[in-house]
Every structure is written in structure tokens, then in C-alpha cells.
């Protein structure tokens, strides 16, 4: 009965939670750019029941059929919580009847006493060029009636670099990716080719989804199934007109052909495809690439971009000795990875290190680089930083700018291990200045002498350590021996580790339950019952059965309802691996009850 009432609350609280979750009202269109005369399919899809939808009139499109409704639920447990996935779909079936571009105004959706609205969809529409109406898979170009149409050529395959810009400065980010189109059926397309070495410029990859289908696009009123292969970012590193060299790629297409002797399998299951490789070549592709103007400012360092910049230091009363922190963080868009430094003038009675550069790179346009300075005061006073300034180049606005933090001042006491009562400035740490009859010592931690020409050979240490790794070496040589020979007893050491090999099978069962996967559970509780009486018995699996393992279970001195208890356990992990219904609870029953049995075992069999 508490089980019941468990799952009743846990079912209970997955509901409340589908109803207070953030309502989804979606609209696709599948495909979104199709000739004149082809069908499509306009999706409402929405997470939880709507008592009324209004769609908007198709008044530029033909409507073929729909709405066609469906739904689907699902209840996940994990991690102790469950969550219960409610989706309704209304499907639309729509003809294109005339060339443009439309736009299908958002649907209504009204749940309980609110009102929902989707996005709206934009359907292309070109005028189709063939002669005859034909209707594509979703993601792929409608294929042409008549001879060469399953044929490539430079018009129905190929493949492009494009940038988005064709003019830019030294520095200035250039967005490039290389994208094929094709009007026949591709089959394969390498993935690891090199493609341009794109010379003169430093490039930082973009990740991009892995191309697993062709998107359809209008290209000078043809459709091609295009898709992105590869998408980088260039920063030119010198002027004048830089060419990116053509570069060839391997792809596959599919072809029909028909066999020399014609058939009856012919006609009855059409003609065969075959895969035919061929070799794309791109095109040429020049950028002008514009010096930067001469008058740079004296703290730019070759930023390109526009950028943000903030500084912090982590204290400002401090003794002398103790390090203080500034760090420096530039954030934006441009070639962030390519600054190295900034001009920081600290006084010269500071001890300073160079700064820590780190890199967060929020994606392949923007990040940010911190510099994290440390300074060491070695005596008292009153320091004051001057603000730090960068420069950079803001090529929508052709200006050099400059950004400035604010000042720093830094008040240093004396620390009580601080003997030094002069202060000098302009000398490093491995300089050395004599005071009068003082020296300012290089080193100014305390060290430890060594008395010179002491030999360890011959010592007491020497022979203590001696001795020591002679018994060391025969504890290791006794410890060794008597494993050896106690798992040369193979009976001896499936027997001790019996117990152990079955948790773990048991471990594995728990995760297959966790899984819902239940014939795995119960196969696992099943190798691990019998695994562990195999070993425990010496008794070969292939060997043991009910009859065999209840005779050795007898002369072991195990009770009856002990031995009733094992069995109970193989025959329903037996008969729920082939029963169509799995109750959790009951598996979760069955697992606790294999633990404890196999607990009870070993107490008894020692």
C-alpha cells in the first residue's frame, strides 16, 4: 500500500509540474523554399493541450489537408524526480501556387484563459523552371525531369568560399566558410580535407555541426541543397591584395544505372544506383586588406576591434613584502588572441613580474584577455600606479580610441620582519649596494649552512639505510611468495573473491534497472546468482544446476528456506526476461532480495 501511494505522489507531482512549466508554441514549415507547383508541410507544435486553435488564413497557398493531429507523453525518473514530456502537433499540408516570398502569420493558442501566439514562418517560393511539378524530400532539391539529371556539372555541384567581406584592415576579423550546393543526391563528402591554407592571414576555427543533410536555397532562382562544411575566422596579417588559392575536395553522388541486359527485376524494382566519386574545385577568391592609419596612439599595441576594458586590484593597504594583485581584462569582439601586453608603468620601487595572460574565447567572435600583474612592495611609503590605457582600431568608425582605467594608490607600513631603513630605488633584486659598512644582500630569506667535504659513505645514516633496504627487500620476497602460492589454488581464489565478482554484477543489474532496460536487469541478477554459487562451490557453470548446486548447498549445511529463497530468485529472473510486463517495484524487490541472499551465503560458506 506505502508503494502504491509512492508512485500515486510521484505521478502526482510530474503532472504539477508539466502544468507550471513555461508554455512552447512553435510553427515550421518543412521545406521553406520550394518551386512553384510543390507541396509543404506547416507544423504547430505546442507542450502542453490547448482547448482552441486559430491558425491564420493561407490566403498565397492552396491548402491540400489538416489539420492532422497527434500527441505523445513521456515520464522519466531520475535522480529521484520526475518529469513527465507532454508534445501535440497540428500538421498543415499547403501548395505553393505562385513565385515570392510569404510570410505566414502567427497562430493562436489558447490555454485555460491565456492566449498564445507561435512565431511567424517564411516560406520561398521560385518559379519552377522544368516544365513539370515535382515534389522534394525535406532538406534536398527537387530533381529535374529529363536526361543528366542524376549527371553533375559545374551548374547542379559545386562547391564555394565565401567571406563576408572582400575589403578589410591589418588585424580586422574576416568571417569565411566553405559551403557546397548540389541539385543531385550526395552520398558521401570527405571530411578531412585540408581546403585553403589561407596564406597571410591567422586563422581560428569555428565549430560547426557536423553536415548530415542539405538545407534547401534559393540561388539566382535555382534550388540547390546546400550545407556549411567548414567555418573559420581570419585575422590578414599583411597589406595589399591577398589571394586565397583554389582548393579540391572529394565528394560522392548517387547515379542510376541500368544493367546491359535488360530483365524482369528491372522493371519490377527499377534500375540500380551506384555510387560515382568526383573531385570539386572552388574559386579564386582576392581581399583587399587596407593599412592601418599612421596615427596609432602610443598605447596601441595592434588591437582590432571594439573593446572594453576594467581593472581591480585585490587590496591597497598592505606591509612591505606582502604582494598585491592588478588585474587587467580587455573584452570584445576583434583578434582578442593577439594581445600580448599592455604598457603599464609601475614606480620603480616596486617589484614587479610579469603578468599572467589568460584567454576566455565566449565564442569564435568575441572574448576576453586578462592580465594579472603582481607587485611586491619592499618598502614603506606611499605608491601611486597611473591609470593604464589601451588603444585599438575601430574599423566601423576608421578611428584609433583609447580606453583608461582608474588610478591606483598604494599605502605600504613597514612589515616587523622589514630591517631595511633606506630606501633605494632603480636596483634589482640581484643587485648589491654597499650602505657604509652594510651590504643589501642578495638573497633575504633565511638559509641553512653546510659543512663542506661530508661524505654519506661511511656514516651511520649509510649503514642504517643499508640495513633497512635489506629487509625491505626480504619482507617483499616472504610477502611475494606466499601470494603466489596462495592463488596457485584456483578453487581457493574464486572462492574468496566470489562475493565480490557477484556485487559487481549486481552493480551492473542496478544500473540496467535504473536504465528501464529489464531484460539486461534480470540477465545480470541471474549471471550473478548462479556466478557466485559456481564459485563458492567449485561447481563449473556449465555444470551446475538446480539439482547439482541443492546436493552441494546440502552437504554445506545451508537451510531450507535459505536454499528456497535462492531458487525463488533464478525462476522469476527466469520468467520476467521473457514476460512482456516488468512492475519496477518488483524488480526493485527482486534486486534487495539478491543482495541479502547473497549475504547470507557467505556468511554460511566460509
Known sequence: MRSVIIIILSVLSGLSGVIAQEVKFTATATPRVLRTGEQFQLVYEINTSASELEVPEFKDFQLLGGPSTGSSSSIQFQNGKTTRTVKYTYTYYLLAIKEGTFTIPSASAKIKRDTYKSNSVQIEVVKDRSGTQTTAPSGQPAEKSGAGADTPSGENLFIRLHVNKTSAYVGEQIIAWIKIYSKVNLSQVDPNFKGPDFKGFYQQPVEIQALRSLERENVNGEIYGTGILRKVVLFPQRTGEVVIQPFDIDVAYQKQVRRRTKSFFDDFFGPSVQNVPVTLTSKKVRINI????PDKPASFTGAVGTFKLNA???????????????????????????????????????????????????????????????????????????????????????????????????????????????????????????????????????????????????????????????????????????????????????????????????????????????????????????????????????????????????????????????????????????????????????????????????????
Not at 587596407?290 to 592609419?293: S, V
Open 290 to 293: 587596407k593599412p592601418l592609419p
Open 312 to 606: 581591480s586590484i585585490n587590496k591597497t593597504d598592505v606591509t612591505t613584502n606582502d604582494a598585491v594583485t592588478i588585474k587587467v581584462n580587455v573584452s570584445g569582439k576583434g583578434n582578442i588572441k593577439l594581445i600580448d601586453d599592455l604598457n603599464v608603468n609601475f614606480p620603480p620601487s616596486l617589484e614587479t613580474f610579469k603578468p599572467v595572460v589568460r584567454t576566455v574565447q565566449e565564442n569564435a567572435l568575441s572574448g576576453s584577455q586578462s592580465f594579472e600583474y603582481t607587485i611586491i612592495p619592499r618598502h614603506a611609503g606611499e605608491f601611486k600606479i597611473s591609470p593604464i590605457k589601451f588603444s585599438y582600431f575601430d574599423p566601423s568608425s576608421k578611428l584609433y580610441k583609447t580606453l583608461s582605467t582608474r588610478e591606483f594608490n598604494i599605502s605600504v607600513t613597514k612589515g616587523k620582519e622589514d630591517t631595511t631603513s633606506v630606501i633605494i630605488t632603480g636596483l634589482s633584486k640581484e643587485d648589491v649596494k654597499l650602505l657604509g659598512s652594510d651590504i643589501l644582500f642578495i638573497k633575504n630569506k633565511p638559509f641553512e649552512l653546510v659543512k663542506m667535504n661530508r661524505f654519506i659513505i661511511g656514516s651511520v645514516k649509510f649503514y642504517a639505510i643499508y640495513l633497512l633496504s635489506i629487509l625491505l627487500f626480504v619482507i617483499f620476497i616472504i610477502i611475494r611468495r606466499k601470494s603466489i602460492k596462495r592463488n596457485a589454488n584456483v578453487s581457493l581464489v574464486k572462492n574468496r573473491r566470489a562475493n565480490k565478482y557477484a556485487r559487481k554484477r549486481l552493480k551492473k543489474a542496478l544500473s540496467m534497472l535504473k536504465k528501464n532496460n529489464h531484460e539486461s536487469f534480470y540477465e545480470e541478477v541471474l549471471k550473478a546468482m548462479w556466478g557466485y554459487l559456481s564459485d563458492k562451490l567449485n561447481i563449473p557453470v556449465a555444470d551446475l544446476s538446480k539439482d547439482t548446486s541443492r546436493e552441494a548447498l546440502i552437504k554445506n549445511n545451508i537451510n531450507q528456506e535459505l536454499m528456497n529463497t535462492f531458487y525463488y530468485i533464478i525462476d522469476n529472473c527466469e520468467y520476467a526476461r521473457f514476460s512482456p510486463e516488468h512492475e519496477s517495484t518488483e524488480m526493485h524487490k527482486l534486486y534487495n532480495d539478491a543482495i541479502k541472499t547473497i549475504i547470507k551465503l557467505q556468511q554460511k560458506l566460509k
